[in-house]
């Protein structure tokens, strides 16, 4: 059985929600009529990076998010990825992705755990504290968000958890293009599971966006890779490839995870 993923690679208008509801809106149908089963948004697509004004387009609780996505999900009958927005908290604000099934229920949030100190993150986000594994119909799946790509123990957590396609949405700036490429093939190919990665197009005032949304298999075989510009990024995956590349070269059973923990005791030094 094949599933057709679509990554909506949207240039985000900077600070402007509802200029960006009707843009997503409009790429979820034309997603939809390619015949897409999962629809991806990229990271913080509601505001983009405009992070000094998020006290005015926040949104509380993410509710104007949840029912947008939940009404497209139920709508069309697709699962919904739907990217991650500005999330306003009592404890402050969040970087969280929102995922709703396709009978428009919201099955996921999750808050990005790294925060990104070169694009300011740190100054006006939190950080969350939970994984982000999820469920869509058989499929296990996990969401991270952009720079969490970086920390390969996180992402082995949720593979060891079960996850056998895992989502990254993403701004990431198109001077380090080489290091999204390379970081999302060795995310695939360490953990033998697809990786399906949708990066904003486009520029705000302080960066330009790479683009470059990718859909990789588990054996690291890009199946689809978009260029620079706005546009929809389709693949057609098959779940059985996951556990077919991993019986043929069995990684999680070969791994010697009480030898890393007493070297890291040994020798850890803290940077
Ligand atoms: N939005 C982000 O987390 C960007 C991460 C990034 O650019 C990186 O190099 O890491």
């Known amino acids: 059985m094949t599933i057709r993923i679509a990554c909506l690679q949207l ?9 960006n509801e009707q843009q997503a809106e409009k790429a979820v149908e034309l997603a939809v009529k390619e015949g897409a089963d999962i629809i991806v948004l990229p990271e913080l697509w509601t505001t983009g990076y405009d992070l000094t004004r998020l006290d005015e387009i926040a949104d509380d609780n993410a509710e104007r998010a ?17 990217g991650s927005v500005a999330k306003k908290t009592d404890a402050g604000v969040t970087n969280t992705m929102i995922v709703a099934n396709r009978n428009g229920q919201i099955i996921k949030e999750y808050s990005k755990v790294h925060l990104f100190q070169l694009m300011d993150e740190h100054l006006h986000l939190q950080s969350g504290n939970e994984p982000g594994l999820f469920s869509l119909d058989e499929l296990s799946c996990a ?46 190919i360490e953990n033998q599971c ?18 470059h949304s990718l859909i990789i ?19 057609d ?31 850890f030094k803290t940077y």
């Open 66 to 82: 949840k029912t947008f996505a939940s009404r497209l999900a139920q709508t069309y009958g697709i699962h919904f990825v739907a």
């Open 237 to 267: 995956i098959d779940p059985a490839l996951v556990r077919d590349v991993r019986s043929r070269i069995p990684v999680f059973a070969d791994r010697r995870p009480r030898l890393y923990e007493e070297t890291t005791k040994k020798f």
């Open 11 to 19: 240039d985000i208008a900077f600070g402007d929600p509802q200029k």
């Open 194 to 211: 697809y990786v399906v990665a949708c990066n904003r197009a486009g520029s705000d005032p302080n960066n330009v966006f790479a683009g």
């Open 217 to 235: 298999d588990p054996w690291g075989e890009i199946l689809a890779e978009a260029d620079e510009d706005p546009g929809i990024l389709l693949a």
């Open 143 to 188: 969401g991270v968000i952009c720079y969490d790509i970086r920390f390969p123990e996180w992402i082995r957590t949720h593979a060891l958890s079960g996850a056998e396609l895992l989502f990254v949405v993403a701004e990431w700036p198109l001077p380090r293009l080489h290091h999204w490429r390379t970081l999302l093939m060795a995310r695939a």
